[in-house]
């Protein structure tokens, strides 16, 4: 199984400042056959569904805030909100696709410092 | 528009089986991969197991915590994904979300509102 780590647990960070968030895979999710990197990133507020943000690594799903930027590739990605705003607080996952199981990092809370 | 609606939950007891099923819209449904996802109380997201589509003849696949006890089907005719949970454990406790697959990837771009299934005694 691909064991996926994300960092920090929490982060406080100022509206209007940046925030990242870093997620690492125990493997590599790049794949040889199509160069894409099987992980995404996920929003979750409390009595929400999550919310899909980012696929292929740095692919932004529609209708997402150009705020939030996926980068990163092999075993080691990064989400990074360059302007926070109120409605940004929640918690965030990074998901690898690459194989089954289907493994999600532990969450990160992001909140207003 | 793309549409999952849970239904299902409740409160069984340790021991006890629960069957949640998802009726979906707004897509051709033998088409796409489909997920089960938990979350635990206060705790992340856990991937519960998937439902391959009909190219792949609905091949299922399952989290370790829950193999040999959950069992992912689905009616075709009913537009409907179903989840039977037997031999509950109080670890279960979670909301459960159904969701659809991207086409022939494995990120979730839709998600049901989720369902609460409770395991106490």
């Known amino acids: 199984d691909i064991a996926v780590t994300q960092s920090p647990d929490s982060l406080a960070v100022s509206l209007g400042e940046r925030a990242t968030i870093n997620c690492k895979t125990s493997?590599?999710?790049?794949?040889?056959?199509?160069?894409?990197?099987?992980l995404a990133w996920y929003q979750k507020k409390p009595g929400q569904p999550p919310k899909l943000l980012i696929f292929w690594a740095s692919a932004r799903e529609s209708g997402v805030p150009d705020r939030f930027t996926g980068g990163g590739s092999g075993t080691d990605f990064t989400l990074t909100i360059s302007s926070l705003q109120a409605e940004d607080v929640a918690d965030y996952y990074c998901q690898q696709y690459f194989n089954v199981p289907i493994t999600f990092g532990q969450g990160t809370r992001l909140e207003i410092k | 528009e793309v549409q999952l609606v849970e239904s299902g939950g409740g409160v069984v007891q340790p021991g006890g089986s629960l069957r949640l099923s998802c009726a979906v819209s707004g897509f051709t449904f033998n088409d796409h991969y489909m997920d089960w996802v938990r979350q635990t109380p206060g705790k992340g997201l856990e991937w519960v197991g998937r439902?391959?589509?009909?190219?792949?003849?609905?091949?299922?696949s399952y989290a370790a915590s829950v193999e040999g006890r959950f069992t992912i089907s689905r009616d075709d005719s009913r537009n409907s994904l179903y989840l039977q949970m037997n031999s509950l454990k109080i670890e279960d406790t979670a909301v459960y979300f159904c969701?659809?697959?991207?086409?022939?990837?494995?990120?979730?771009?839709?998600w049901g509102q989720g369902i609460l299934v409770t395991v106490s005694s």
């Open positions: 969701t659809r697959c991207s086409v022939g990837d494995g990120y979730n771009p839709y």
């Open positions: 439902s391959r589509n009909k190219a792949y003849n609905y091949l299922t």
């Open positions: 493997q590599s999710v790049l794949s040889g056959r199509n160069n894409k990197n099987y």
